[in-house]
T-cell receptor, first 113, second 114 residues
């Protein structure tokens, strides 16, 4: 069966510090991968998605970036965090090709102080 | 452009009563429609989807949803609510011709009272 991992689970970082959140998927090949941010326990904002290694689409211009160095690894980064980057970050995957439903990781709670 | 509306921020229902969580959508073509559930401090869990075919789809934990093309709705239903159904529910839509981008609604918080 497929499993998705995210780490860390929680993170407190000062303004201006760098960020690296990692997501890995097991049990599938060539998945579509997604990064979302959820603010205040409500709606999801799609940040990035990827249909293959090195193929990243950005949905929201901001100081975040994403990379996919391996087939089942998706990394969210920032060089300098802003207070507004605080939130709950969710990684998700879906089957390559038709890309129907998405399966979400447990999330990372980021607090920028 | 795709959009999803969940008109109720919160739905309250007594345990054992039927529940409905509403969702309407807007897409330029034919939609893929989804419902997800989120428990506190957790990721979203997939409940059910409509891709094509029968307008009534059944999903996990006894939930079902009905696709209504004329009303552009995809309401989530359950015949008998449980206290454990209390959670945040998200409706989502993807245009069949619009690539991989899925739009999520703002979410509806369901409270089931014992």
């Amino acid at each position: 069966s497929q499993t998705i991992h995210q780490w860390p689970a929680t993170l407190v970082q000062p303004v201006g510090s760098p960020l690296s959140l990692e997501c890995t998927v097991e049990g599938t090949s060539n998945p579509n991968l997604y990064w979302y941010r959820q603010a205040a326990g409500r709606g999801l904002q799609l940040l990035f998605y990827s249909i293959g290694i090195g193929q990243i689409s950005s949905e929201v211009p901001q100081n975040l970036s994403a990379s996919r160095p391996q087939d089942r690894q998706f990394i969210l980064s920032s060089k300098k965090l802003l207070l507004s980057d605080s939130g709950f970050y969710l990684c998700a995957w879906s089957e390559g090709g038709q890309a129907y439903e998405q399966y979400f990781g447990p999330g990372t709670r980021l607090t920028v102080t | 452009a795709q959009s999803v509306a969940q008109p109720e921020d919160q739905v309250n229902v007594a345990e054992g009563n039927p529940l409905t969580v509403k969702c309407t959508y807007s897409v330029s073509g034919n939609p893929y429609l989804f419902w997800y559930v989120q428990y506190p401090n957790r990721g979203l869990q997939f409940l059910l989807k409509y891709i094509t075919g029968d307008n009534l789809v059944k999903g996990s934990y006894g939930f079902e949803a009905e696709f209504n093309k004329s009303q552009t709705s995809f309401h989530l239903k359950k015949p008998s609510a449980l206290v454990s159904d209390s959670a945040l529910y998200f409706c989502a839509v993807r245009d069949k011709t619009g690539g991989f981008k899925t739009i999520f609604g703002a979410g509806t918080r369901l409270f089931v009272k014992a």
